[in-house]
C-alpha cells in the first residue's frame, strides 16, 4: 500500500454585502450546512476548480456572484476513522484552497433566489447564514479548519 495523501480541493465562500455567507445543507446528513466544495481535476487550476465546483454544486456563475479573493496556501484536515476507511487511494483527508466570492450588488435578493439550485446529490437546500453560527453547524472534523480559513478570508 502507498503513502497516505491528501486530496487537493476547493472551498467557495460566497458572501453578501451585509456579511452572511451562502450555506448549503448537506443532502447526506440533514441539519449539517457547509460550503461548496469539492476536488481539482487533474491539470486544473485551484481558481478554475471553484468556479467550476460552486457552478456544479449551487447554479452560480460570474453572472451572479464575483471572485474577490482567496488565500495562497492549503487549509488542511484529516477525516475520521469512519470516512478514512470509506475513501480509495489510501487518502486520509484534504487539503483546500479556499476562495471569497461576492455578490453581484445589481442582483436583488429575489433575482438571487431565482438563480442558485442547489444540485440536489450533495446539498438539498441553502440559506444565509452569519459565519460563525455556520461553523458551530459544519460537521465537528471539519470545524477547525473553517474556523481558520474564515479568520484569514474574511475581513
Same mark, same amino acid.
Given at each position: 500500500?502507498?503513502?497516505?495523501?491528501?486530496?487537493?480541493?476547493?472551498?467557495?465562500?460566497?458572501?453578501?454585502?451585509?456579511?452572511?455567507?451562502?450555506?448549503?445543507?448537506?443532502?447526506?446528513?440533514?441539519?449539517?450546512?457547509?460550503?461548496?466544495?469539492?476536488?481539482?481535476?487533474?491539470?486544473?487550476?485551484?481558481?478554475?476548480?471553484?468556479?467550476?465546483?460552486?457552478?456544479?454544486?449551487?447554479?452560480?456563475?460570474?453572472?451572479?456572484?464575483?471572485?474577490?479573493?482567496?488565500?495562497?496556501?492549503?487549509?488542511?484536515?484529516?477525516?475520521?476513522?469512519?470516512?478514512?476507511?470509506?475513501?480509495?487511494?489510501? @487518502?486520509?483527508?484534504?487539503?483546500?484552497?479556499?476562495?471569497?466570492?461576492?455578490?453581484?450588488?445589481?442582483?436583488?435578493?429575489?433575482?438571487?433566489?431565482?438563480?442558485?439550485?442547489?444540485?440536489?446529490?450533495?446539498?438539498?437546500?441553502?440559506?444565509?447564514?452569519?459565519?460563525?453560527?455556520?461553523?458551530?453547524?459544519?460537521?465537528?472534523? @471539519?470545524?477547525?479548519?473553517?474556523? @481558520?480559513?474564515?479568520?484569514?478570508?474574511?475581513?
Amino acid at each position: 500500500m502507498g503513502a497516505a495523501t491528501f486530496r487537493a480541493g476547493v472551498v467557495a465562500v460566497v458572501r453578501r454585502e451585509d456579511g452572511l455567507v451562502l450555506a448549503l445543507e448537506r443532502a447526506d446528513n440533514r441539519g449539517a450546512w457547509q460550503f461548496p466544495q469539492g476536488g481539482i481535476d487533474e491539470g486544473e487550476h485551484p481558481t478554475d476548480a471553484a468556479w467550476r465546483e460552486l457552478a456544479e454544486e449551487t447554479g452560480l456563475d460570474g453572472t451572479t456572484v464575483r471572485l474577490v479573493s482567496g488565500l495562497h496556501d492549503w487549509i488542511a484536515y484529516e477525516w475520521p476513522a469512519d470516512v478514512i476507511v470509506r475513501q480509495k487511494h489510501g @487518502r486520509i483527508g484534504q487539503v483546500q484552497r479556499w476562495f471569497l466570492f461576492g455578490v453581484d450588488p445589481s442582483l436583488d435578493e429575489n433575482e438571487f433566489a431565482a438563480r442558485i439550485h442547489p444540485d440536489g446529490r450533495e446539498f438539498v437546500d441553502w440559506r444565509w447564514m452569519d459565519p460563525h453560527r455556520l461553523v458551530d453547524g459544519v460537521v465537528e472534523w @471539519r470545524r477547525s479548519a473553517y474556523a @481558520r480559513a474564515l479568520t484569514r478570508l474574511l475581513p
